[in-house]
């Protein structure tokens, strides 16, 4: 299906995991509508990382398939597929070796042939649309707060301007103040933007104020997807636990 015509950004049908005797995966589907932000939460080493680095082919997979913009990806890494998504791992993962512009200007020096002058333009509008300087482009990682090192994180993952975002736990290390900073930001983006956005999170305030559906992995599978209010009446025992544990219940009452 041509890219303008397929209503998922993402498509996982009947998808297989595992590593050595472990399966991790086991037979998982999930679609990921265009132009939604989709919250994935599931127990601590329950495959959340596993399905985005096998989406993003970076772990092959057992059996299954896997569309991106209705386009069918193979089973290993795809360089064809650099320009269709931008990746926000955890800890930010910036070269440390490199200065913030440089950073920003990674993902174009690898898969486009521009000049300098262009290449600092395009850093300098990156930057200034997560809300850094154009001065802070010199800067070295090791000179950033938390906070500027996800934003700058975020500027490279959006250089080639991709239609999907993956984002892993991209609140963790913050405080609350820089959390709710960057989920605005992240809300802000995706609708002037208006790119897919898939948030691996245990963060409740993220799901609940960024998101616009949640699924729930548990036991290998989607066991719930929807909107946080549908996922709150959810019968299954491991979304139960999740969102009406007592930590959950104390949050969920202070954000009222
Ligand atoms: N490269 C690998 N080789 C072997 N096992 C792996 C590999 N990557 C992940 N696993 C295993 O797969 C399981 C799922 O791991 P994963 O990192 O996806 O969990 P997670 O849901 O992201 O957890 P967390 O919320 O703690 O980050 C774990 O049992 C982990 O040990």
């Known amino acids: 299906m041509p890219e303008a015509q397929a209503e998922f950004a993402i498509g996982v049908h009947d998808l297989v995991v595992g590593f050595g005797r472990q399966t991790v995966l086991d037979h998982l589907s999930l679609d990921v509508r265009r132009g939604e932000i989709l919250g994935l939460v599931g127990a601590s080493g329950g495959g959340k990382s596993v399905l985005m680095r096998t989406i993003i082919g970076l772990i092959p997979r057992r059996s299954g398939t896997i569309e991106i913009m209705g386009r069918p990806i193979g089973g290993t890494h795809d360089q064809s597929r650099a320009a269709t998504w931008g990746i926000l791992f955890q800890q930010g993962a910036l070269f440390s070796s490199l200065t913030v512009k440089q950073n920003v200007q990674f993902p174009l020096r690898e898969n486009l042939a521009l000049s300098q002058e262009l290449m600092d333009e395009i850093a300098i509008a990156k930057l200034e649309m997560v809300g ?44 609350p103040i820089a959390a709710g900073d960057f989920d605005s930001l992240i809300r802000t983006l995706q609708k002037t933007l208006g790119f897919t956005v898939f948030m691996v999170t245990h963060d409740l305030a993220s799901l609940t104020t960024v998101c616009d559906r949640v699924a729930a992995l548990a036991d290998g599978k989607i066991v719930a997807i929807g909107p946080m209010r549908e996922l709150l009446q959810s019968e299954h025992p491991w979304v139960r636990a999740y969102f009406h544990g007592k930590r959950s219940q104390m949050l969920q009452h202070e954000m009222r």
């Open 132 to 175: 850094l300087r154009a001065q802070d482009g010199d800067k070295y990682p090791s000179e950033l707060s938390g906070g500027m090192t996800k934003r700058v994180a975020l500027a490279r993952a959006l250089a080639l301007d991709p239609p999907i975002l993956f984002l892993d736990e991209p609140t963790s290390g913050l405080d």
